[in-house]
């Protein structure tokens, strides 16, 4: 009966060992997926950091290109301003000199 009980409780040490490696090897079959992922999910975002990165760049050029542009029209305008300046200012002392010589 001894026999039996022993044999009985090495039976069951066994079923527990096999049991206790499959569990590990489970846990490694998910830890692997898990892992693997991950690693798709990093790079996807580093593809998306990627493509937002481009996207800046590009807003920043065109935000240059905008400041550029409104600079160029702005000294185009002013040169204009100055010019229709210097215009009256000889109309208005043309006018000046004219009242002055015809009172």
Same mark, same amino acid.
């Given at each position: *009966? %001894? $026999?039996?009980? &022993?044999? #009985? @409780?090495?039976? !069951? /040490?066994?079923?527990? +060992?096999? *049991? %206790? $490696?499959?569990? &590990?090897? #489970? @846990?490694?079959? !998910? /830890?692997?997926?898990? +892992?693997?992922?991950?690693?798709?999910?990093?790079?996807?975002?580093?593809?998306?950091?990627?493509?937002?990165?481009?996207?800046?760049?590009?807003?920043?050029?065109?935000?240059?290109?905008?400041?550029?542009?409104?600079?160029?029209?702005?000294?185009?305008?002013?040169?204009?301003?100055?010019?229709?300046?210097?215009?009256?200012?000889?109309?208005?002392?043309?006018?000046?000199?004219?009242?002055?010589?015809?009172?």
């Amino acid at each position: *009966m %001894k $026999k039996s009980l &022993e044999a #009985g @409780q090495e039976e !069951m /040490r066994i079923g527990q +060992e096999e *049991m %206790k $490696k499959r569990m &590990e090897k #489970g @846990q490694d079959q !998910m /830890r692997v997926h898990f +892992e693997t992922q991950v690693e798709r999910i990093k790079e996807y975002v580093n593809t998306c950091i990627g493509k937002i990165k481009k996207d800046v760049q590009s807003v920043k050029r065109e935000i240059n290109e905008v400041k550029s542009e409104d600079q160029a029209t702005w000294r185009r305008d002013c040169v204009i301003l100055r010019k229709d300046q210097s215009i009256l200012c000889q109309v208005q002392t043309s006018h000046i000199l004219d009242r002055q010589s015809n009172p």
